[in-house]
């Protein structure tokens, strides 16, 4: 993994699983929480990859009376509003 890549915080992503455990004695193992936090750092770094694309799409579209495109420079939530179904579909 690239060092300068961003990540999740261990604890962070720890702390979520065992919320949602059923059992109280159940355990996540130091590979599995790794994994885990790899998994849901490559699954926000394409949603905003694929929200970007978006972004650029609906911008591109959009002309002001001069005839020039228009650019916000910010991700909206509608944005990832329109990637969230083949995104989940294609995880």
Do not use: Y
Not at 16 to 31: A, C, G, I, M, Q
């Amino acid at each position: 993994m690239d060092t300068d890549a961003p990540t999740l915080n261990a604890d962070t992503v720890s702390n979520v699983f065992k919320s949602s455990f059923k059992h109280p004695n159940s355990r996540l193992n130091k590979e599995a929480l790794q994994l885990s936090c790899e998994f849901l750092r490559l699954f926000t770094v394409e949603a905003l990859h694929r929200a970007s694309e978006e972004q650029d799409k609906i911008e591109s579209s959009l002309t002001d009376e001069s005839g020039t495109t228009t650019s916000r420079k910010e991700l909206q939530v509608e944005h990832l509003e329109r990637i969230l179904p083949q995104l989940l579909l294609d995880f």
